[in-house]
């Protein structure tokens, strides 16, 4: 009979802001250079964990958002305000879903109204 427990920190590899990548995988996952990173870091979109060793570190929530950036880059838009951008997209998603679910507390933030 198997074990209840998850070998190798299972729990880790669901989590996802556990900060498993290193800057270099990081960067080569996003198709982006370390500089980038370190860029999206002094605008403070993302804030990467420090290992024992003082080593950067990014969660796959950092690498999506600094995927979101990147291609907003691409597109020709300075690092800084892609950075504004992005923030504010989250913080109206946030806001959006918090209204939602005043709306309609009894459903939940997933369940939609019939009729609707």
């Known amino acids: 009979m198997p074990s209840q427990e998850q ?4 729990d880790r590899l669901d989590d996802d802001h556990y900060p ?5 995988r990081a960067a080569e ?3 982006a250079s370390p ?3 370190r860029a999206l870091g ?3 979109l993302i ?3 420090r290992s024992d060793g003082g080593h950067r570190r990014y969660s796959r929530h950092q690498l999506r958002l600094a995927a979101r950036a990147r291609e907003l880059v691409d597109q ?3 690092v800084e305000a892609a950075c504004r951008i992005i923030g504010l ?3 109206l998603e946030d806001a959006l879903r918090d209204n939602e679910e005043l709306r309609h507390p009894a459903q939940g933030p997933s369940v939609a109204r019939r009729g609707e």
């Open 20 to 24: 498993a990548y290193t800057m270099g």
């Open 29 to 31: 996952l996003i198709g």
């Open 35 to 37: 500089g980038f990173l």
């Open 47 to 49: 804030a990467p964990t």
């Open 7 to 10: 070998p190798f920190g299972g």
């Open 89 to 91: 997209e989250d913080q």
């Open 76 to 78: 020709g838009t300075p």
């Open 42 to 44: 002094e605008a403070r």
